[in-house]
């Protein structure tokens, strides 16, 4: 296994088309719930020039408007371009009714569990958890640093520093490692766009983005950019009102934004659209919830644990943990720890992070804000999954 190496993450900001699709889906998620915690639903989204498409299976148990809350995300993400706005794009629905299903109907808080154990998955999937210690909040240094170029990206434009950007955007950090842990910044990409190519022009946004992008992100970071670290700030020019006017979106295609920016491995299922009921969501978050907990009780320096289901069993059929050399105990004991202390059971895991009710509970709903900046490693909102609160069982 390499211990020197140099590694790249990618971010991208909340307008992104791909992010806005996956805004737009959990945002109907968060609709749903909130009228009906037992709801079921899954939804997918699409955008391109001046359409957008949303393909949705539901229980009619909510009265839900797809087409209000998707231009209300598109508003509140900041398109009012004429080439692409709320108002006048153009919101085709495929909408398909499922059939009642009584699986789904039980209530997490009141079930022993013997009656945890008898509820069972309904799709198979193998997801992935990882921390690490090279950011306080057990994140890959590369991912985490993106992230926080995107964010300064939104919101110098949002707080009008620079008003002539747009919304969408991308970043990109590479960082050199030594020995498996960071050490210097290899590389900074930030694309931005703006309303024109002549205002300001490429000099000038090139050093607006230094003063007020990346000299901000970097002021707190331990490891900061050198002389020899590569800047590249809209390296193939101006780029023009970006969104799905340049490019379409799709919900679920930033699986690695979603995660850890493939420092690590990372399920192929969408996280974004679904209800708490698909475990190919909510096992990415235990999966999380248990590696976090390993490398805070400095029992490795990183952990990976992957967690495979299949249809018709309540747990997960293997529960595999790696720590890639850094272990202080071997990775065999430390899978069995995870087995005897850590609920991998669908309905368990509902019922430990209140999954259900949490968009009712949070104020302007929960998983939409998930849908952009990761859904995992957040400092910003109060996610269950970060919690270290199983510390103590190892």
């Excluded at 340049?246 to 491995?265: F, M, P, V």
Aim: proline share 5%.
């Amino acid at each position: 296994m390499k211990k020197d190496f140099m590694f790249t993450s990618e971010s991208v900001t909340e307008g992104h088309p791909d992010k806005l699709c996956d805004q737009i889906s959990d945002a109907i998620v968060d609709r749903f719930l909130q009228q009906d915690p037992y709801g079921r639903i899954i939804t997918e989204c699409a955008v391109s020039t001046g359409i957008v498409f949303i393909a949705a299976r539901f229980e009619p148990s909510a009265n839900v408007d797809f087409t209000n809350i998707a231009r209300q995300v598109i508003e509140q993400v900041g398109y009012q371009q004429t080439e692409f706005n709320g108002k006048n794009c153009s919101i085709l629905t495929s909408l398909t009714e499922l059939p009642p299903e009584e699986h789904h109907l039980f209530d997490e808080k009141i079930l022993s569990d013997t009656e945890i154990e008898k509820i069972t998955v309904k799709n198979q999937a193998t997801v992935f958890g990882f921390a690490c210690n090279q950011t306080y909040n057990f994140m890959p240094l590369p991912i985490w640093l993106a992230h926080k170029l995107a964010r300064q990206i939104s919101e110098v434009r949002k707080q009008k520093i620079l008003p002539y950007l747009t919304p969408d955007g991308k970043t990109q950090v590479g960082v050199e490692y030594k020995n498996r842990q960071p050490y210097r910044i290899h590389s900074i990409t930030v694309i931005a766009s703006q309303n024109q190519s002549a205002k300001p022009n490429l000099q000038q946004l090139q050093d607006d983005i230094r003063e007020t992008v990346i000299a901000p992100v970097f002021a707190n970071e331990a490891i900061k950019p050198d002389a020899k670290t590569r800047i590249f700030i809209n390296p193939d020019g101006p780029f023009i009102i970006g969104g799905p006017t340049t490019h379409a979106g799709l919900t679920g295609r930033k699986n690695a934004i979603d995660t850890y920016g493939e420092y690590s491995k990372h399920s192929g299922s969408a996280l974004s659209g679904k209800d708490p009921i698909r475990i190919d969501r909510i096992g990415a978050y235990v999966a999380r919830y248990a590696a976090k907990n390993v490398v805070a009780a400095k029992l490795a320096d990183e952990c990976e644990v992957q967690l495979s289901y299949s249809i018709g069993l309540s747990r997960p059929v293997s529960v595999q943990v790696e720590t890639f050399g850094t272990g202080k105990i071997y990775d065999e004991e430390i899978t069995a720890i995870l087995e005897k202390h850590f609920d991998f059971r669908l309905a368990g895991i509902i019922k430990q992070f209140n999954l259900r009710f949490l968009p009712s509970l949070t104020k302007g709903g929960f998983y939409r804000k998930l849908a952009a900046y990761g859904h995992v490693g957040r400092s910003d909102i109060e996610l269950p999954w970060e919690k270290l609160d199983k510390v103590g069982v190892f």
